[in-house]
């Protein structure tokens, strides 16, 4: 139910924005988030936010570099990724959390706390 875009090829210090489409709906009031895996490698949380798009979070590796946003109107998720380095090439996944969060919640780290996942966009960034 979760369908992201954008991924490719690109060079160190570039840009790229991830899109992922929801269904809408309740969706509009999930946290939402983006995870990211490398070959070998587990995969890793990399920013999330709330339903309002007001509280976003982010994994120390991207902060300052990448932002996450939301468009409920549009039943879209964003990460717009800037200065991007060879260490973030990977498989980009968007997450929804269908739990019940308290207001101003700005999204889990955790995998488990995410019920769905879109199928991955690449991102290779060369050097």
């Known amino acids: 139910q979760l369908v992201e875009s954008g991924g490719g090829l690109v060079q160190a210090g570039d840009s790229l924005r991830l899109s992922c489409a929801t269904p809408?709906?309740?969706?509009?009031?999930?946290?939402m988030g983006w995870f990211r895996q490398s070959p070998g490698k587990e995969r890793e949380f990399v920013a999330a936010i709330d339903w309002t798009g007001t509280a976003p979070s982010y994994a120390e590796s991207v902060k300052g570099r990448f932002a996450i946003s939301r468009d409920n109107a549009k039943n879209a998720l964003y990460l717009q990724m800037n200065s991007l380095k060879v260490e973030d090439t990977a498989v980009y996944y968007c997450?929804?959390?269908?739990?019940?969060?308290?207001?101003?919640?700005?999204?889990?780290?955790?995998?488990?706390?995410?019920?769905?996942w879109g199928q991955g966009t690449q991102v290779t960034v060369a050097s």
């Open positions: 997450a929804a959390d269908i739990g019940v969060r308290p207001r101003g919640y700005s999204g889990s780290s955790l995998e488990d706390d995410y019920d769905y």
């Open positions: 809408g709906g309740n969706f509009n009031s999930y946290a």
